[in-house]
């Protein structure tokens, strides 16, 4: 089932409060879905890429971006759902990087340099044509998770404790929904970001 996440984004206050969570069952594939709604604005970001790079969510308008929050030392969610974006970077054919794009970024940015970033990124085979892993100074990756509604926090050892959120933003930078870690299901994420893709 696919959690939808509203989010009033401005302060944390605001964002820890969510405006509501609706479950929608899966359709059949011959039923008819209708169109995913239009959450508010994604908040927009400049970061920096694998290949050092600067990389803007408005960089990817006119393209369906999927947009994620990952770090290259977690050994709990991360390497259960990287695969699996990867499954569906590879089932999106054609699509991919012309029409549709991921953007990774790290809640790790002391560790995960654009170096680490892209040995991260071909330890998963992502392709980098439509797949940006992005890193960025401290303050500003921990004001981005705040407003995409993601938890990271770094313990006195140095683990970051996460929340796994991938969020589908439109070809216009609307959000238009949030899928929470554990309820992550690859195929209903590709048809979603075909579905999206399909409107004008």
């Known amino acids: ?4 996440i509203v989010i009033a984004f401005g302060t944390l206050a605001v964002l820890a409060s969510l405006v509501g969570i609706h479950l929608y069952e ?3 594939p011959a039923a008819w879905a209708p169109p995913l709604p239009k959450i508010a604005a994604a908040p927009d970001f400049t970061l920096t890429s694998q290949d050092r790079a600067p990389v803007s969510l408005a960089d990817f308008r006119g393209r369906v971006v999927a947009v994620t929050f990952i770090f290259t030392r977690c050994t709990a ?5 990287t695969p699996l974006m990867s499954l569906v970077q590879d089932r999106l054919g054609r699509d991919f990087a012309s029409k549709i794009v991921f953007a990774s970024i790290t809640v790790d940015p002391e560790h995960d340099t654009p170096e680490m970033l892209k040995l991260y990124a071909q330890m998963y ?4 044509g439509g797949w940006s892993f992005l890193t960025g100074p401290p303050p500003v990756i921990a004001d981005l998770s705040r407003r995409y509604g993601v938890y990271a926090v770094k313990d006195a050892n ?3 404790e996460h929340s796994f959120l991938t ?3 439109d070809q216009r930078g609307i959000l238009r929904v ?3 870690g554990v309820r992550f299901d690859p195929e209903e994420f590709r048809r979603d ?3 999206v893709m399909k409107e004008r």
Not at 1 to 4: G, H, I, N, P, V
């Open 1 to 4: 089932m696919r959690r939808l």
């Open 26 to 28: 899966t359709p059949a």
């Open 77 to 81: 969610t991360c390497p259960v759902l």
């Open 125 to 128: 085979g992502a392709d980098l």
């Open 158 to 160: 140095g683990e970051v």
């Open 167 to 169: 969020s589908i933003v």
């Open 178 to 180: 949030q899928y929470l």
């Open 193 to 195: 970001l075909l579905s």
